[in-house]
């Protein structure tokens, strides 16, 4: 599996929903060309703050806390990688009109029960909001607010907009915002116009013979 280069590939978050970006951080998953944007604790702190999860002081903090406990950094990873491909198959699984794996189901509500074991709410002038308890320590933080966007877009009447890229050897997934539902790629700049310029080339192919 090649890695990516975190620095000069900027993520991408065409998803719609937090869970369905964090599904898509492995590119062409199952296929020869896989490759991952995760290979370090500090790529997902980093995608975190991308997707608008942790602050640029925040990721900083954890980085510093991860450099004090590297294996405890490298567990989160590693549980992390799992988690993003148990929430992978569960939507992949919807998509296709099947049943999602009990496994999958209940690894995803494990977390979803430590991540609300953290959960409070905190006084914002004359509001309240919800917040994390901890969360300026714990390492894994950021999949707090995945499990949680997993869990209530599985409940949500939007379950039945959620598409996998119509590409073949793509898998993101996206929830599909369009007007009349009629989105097919994850991008229209990636798979989108490579399928467009394929049917263009077997097109012209055709008229030559
Ligand atoms: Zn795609």
Redesign the pocket.
């Known amino acids: 599996m090649q890695e990516l280069n975190e620095t000069t590939e900027a993520f991408n978050f065409v998803g719609n929903r937090l869970c369905l970006d964090f599904t898509n951080t492995l590119h062409d998953r199952g296929t020869e060309t896989e490759r991952d944007h995760f290979s370090t604790y500090a790529s997902l702190a980093r995608w975190s703050e991308g997707a608008k999860i942790l602050s640029a002081e925040e990721v900083q903090a954890l980085l510093e806390e991860a450099k004090r406990h590297p294996e405890e950094a490298a567990l989160v990873f590693r549980n992390a990688t799992i988690l993003r491909e148990a929430i992978y198959r569960i939507f992949a699984a919807l998509v296709r009109e099947d049943s999602p794996e009990v496994a999958d189901v209940q690894m995803l509500n494990t977390a979803y029960a430590q991540a609300m074991g953290r959960a409070c709410v905190v006084q914002q002038g004359d509001t309240f909001t919800w917040d994390w308890q901890g969360k300026e320590t714990a390492l894994d933080r950021m999949l707090w607010d995945i499990v949680r966007s997993a869990a209530e877009l599985l409940v949500s009447q939007d379950l039945s907009l959620i598409r996998e890229?119509a590409?073949e050897d793509?898998s993101?997934l996206f929830l599909d915002s369009s007007k009349n539902h009629s989105r097919r790629?994850?991008?229209m700049k990636?798979?989108g116009n490579r399928a467009k310029v394929g049917r263009h080339y077997e097109k012209t192919q055709r008229k030559q013979i």
């Open positions: 890229c590409a793509c993101w790629w994850c991008e990636g798979c």
